[in-house]
């Protein structure tokens, strides 16, 4: 059975940092995507940073690029979002999500069949 556990959100400042972290188990795949996306109250959920676990290329929102920064660490089968230069429009609720047998990762929310529970991240101004 796949499982995710999801790990670092919290409450900073703006301007401040996070880091997220995912810990998937319970798949024997070599290929897999795993992504980070996001839900506010009241907002539509919308995709923050994916990875494939083989070669490609990672996806970003247009919101994150330039201070999110989705990374893996294949042996402890975790992935991690650095969140830098955080605003309160980033708060919300956070969700990792995989989906295996792939290595086009793109940012649809429709193609990621497990999701973990979410942690919550809240910035204040």
């Known amino acids: 059975q796949v499982r995710l556990a999801e790990s670092g959100g919290g409450s900073v400042r703006a301007g401040g940092s996070l880091r997220l972290s995912c810990g998937v188990v319970?798949?024997?795949?070599?290929?897999?995507?795993l992504a980070w996306f996001r839900q506010a109250p009241g907002r539509e959920r919308e995709g923050v940073a994916s990875i494939p676990s083989i070669g490609g290329r990672n996806y970003y929102g247009d919101f994150a690029n330039g201070r999110f920064t989705i990374s893996q660490d294949s042996a402890e089968r975790t992935a991690h979002l650095q969140m830098n230069s955080l605003e309160p429009e980033d708060t919300a609720m956070y969700y990792c999500?995989?989906?295996?047998?792939?290595?086009?990762?793109?940012?649809?929310?429709?193609?990621?069949?497990?999701w973990g529970q979410g942690t919550q991240v809240t910035v204040s101004s």
């Open positions: 999500a995989v989906d295996f047998g792939r290595t086009v990762c793109r940012l649809n929310a429709d193609e990621f069949l497990y």
């Open positions: 319970g798949y024997s795949y070599s290929s897999f995507c």
